[in-house]
């Protein structure tokens, strides 16, 4: 299970806050994984940060909709089971994309 059913949430979302809410269960994902999971600190945060752009309105909502599904998006598109190379370049990606779309650089 882990990431991909609330990643698939997020790109089903209409709404922006339905996709904030299913970004949200992603966090709930990675909170709850035992802390040995490798990887399970980019993860955790990549989602955290993607949930702040909401939060701190630090972009529209329809802006801060679509930086989630490019994460959700990417997270989903990978061929097999995340290893620690595609993770460290999902979270990278999706700083940028944070970092890009924020009002705060």
Excluded at 12 to 33: K, L, S, T
Excluded at 58 to 78: C, F, I, N, Q, Y
Aim: proline share 8%; aromatic share 8%.
């Amino acid at each position: 299970d882990g990431i991909d059913p609330c990643a698939r949430k997020v790109l089903d979302a209409q709404d922006p806050w339905d996709a904030y809410n299913a970004a949200y269960e992603c966090i709930g994902v990675m909170e709850e994984a035992p802390r040995s999971l490798p990887m399970r600190e980019p993860i955790l945060i990549s989602w955290m940060w993607g949930v702040d752009v909401f939060e701190l309105e630090e972009a529209t909502p329809e802006v801060a909709h679509d930086v989630l599904r490019r994460m959700a998006s990417e997270w989903l598109r990978r061929p097999t089971e995340p290893d620690e190379e595609f993770i460290r370049r999902w979270a990278a990606d999706s700083k940028a994309a944070i970092v890009e779309v924020s009002n705060v650089k």
